[in-house]
Antibody
Framework: QVQLVESGGGVVQPGRSLRLSCAASGFSFSSYGMHWVRQAPGKGLEWVAL????????FYADSVKGRFTISRDNSKNTLYLQMNSLRAEDTAVYYC???????????WGQGTLVTVSS | QTVVTQEPSFSVSPGGTVTLTCGLS?????????PSWYQQTPGQAPRTLIYSTNTRSSGVPDRFSGSILGNKAALTITGAQADDESDYYC??????????FGTGTKVTVL
């Protein structure tokens, strides 16, 4: 069955960096695009980034453009989110999710919490 | 900045029907926005219900249906059950790889 497992969350000071990982299994990872979606505490869902199956195209929400980088290693079945210049408003649970038809999502991970605080 | 709007909350009786909508702050929603719908209960990851306007995701019961109603996307729950009490989010694809989540609707079944 499809499994997506995020890791790498934690507490980080403002202005610092953090890299999240998402380990995929149960499907042909190299054939699917992947999203990152986040949810601040008590708030709604926010789309963050999308990467095509082969890494050839990446897209970002305006709120993270220039600070976050989505990437993947298809040999390791792993998706990444490099987060630089972190701000308090980046505090959220970060979900990785598989791209489906019409740019939608069909499978979600359980999420990893990132807290940006001094 | 495009805002995707949803009703903040809805209440429905068990067995009743409720229709949630997903609109744009400027303009009309059509199938070219590939609207999708997600259900989330507190503390859990979201679950995909509907994609590409009206296609149910695998395992989703047929009491959930998607459509375009007027200038908005819509999610209808027919025969609401207690475990349908959740937050519901729509997503619209804006083109150029960009998606935007709606503001979310909290559905109470009572």
């Amino acid at each position: 069955q499809v499994q997506l497992v995020e890791s790498g969350g934690g507490v980080v000071q403002p202005g610092r960096s953090l890299r999240l990982s998402c380990a995929a299994s149960g499907f042909s990872f190299s054939s699917y695009g992947m999203h990152w979606v986040r949810q601040a505490p008590g708030k709604g869902l926010e789309w963050v980034a999308l990467l095509w199956y082969d890494g050839s195209n990446e897209f970002y929400a305006d709120s993270v453009k220039g600070r976050f980088t989505i990437s993947r290693d298809n040999s390791k079945n792993t998706l990444y989110l490099q987060m630089n210049s972190l701000r308090a408003e980046d505090t959220a649970v970060y979900y990785c999710a598989r791209l489906s038809s019409g740019y939608s999502i069909d499978y979600w991970g359980q999420g990893t919490l990132v807290t940006v605080s001094s | 900045q495009t805002v995707v709007t949803q009703e903040p909350s809805f209440s429905v009786s068990p067995g009743g029907t409720v229709t949630l909508t997903c609109g744009l702050s400027s303009g009309s929603v059509s199938t070219t926005y590939y609207p999708s719908w997600y259900q989330q209960t507190p503390g859990q990851a979201p679950r995909t219900l509907i994609y590409s306007t009206n296609t149910r995701s695998s395992g989703v019961p047929d009491r959930f249906s998607g459509s375009i109603l007027g200038n908005k996307a819509a999610l209808t729950i027919t025969g609401a059950q207690a475990d349908d009490e959740s937050d519901y989010y729509c997503v619209l694809y804006m083109g150029s790889g960009i998606s935007v989540f709606g503001t979310g609707t909290k559905v109470t079944v009572l």
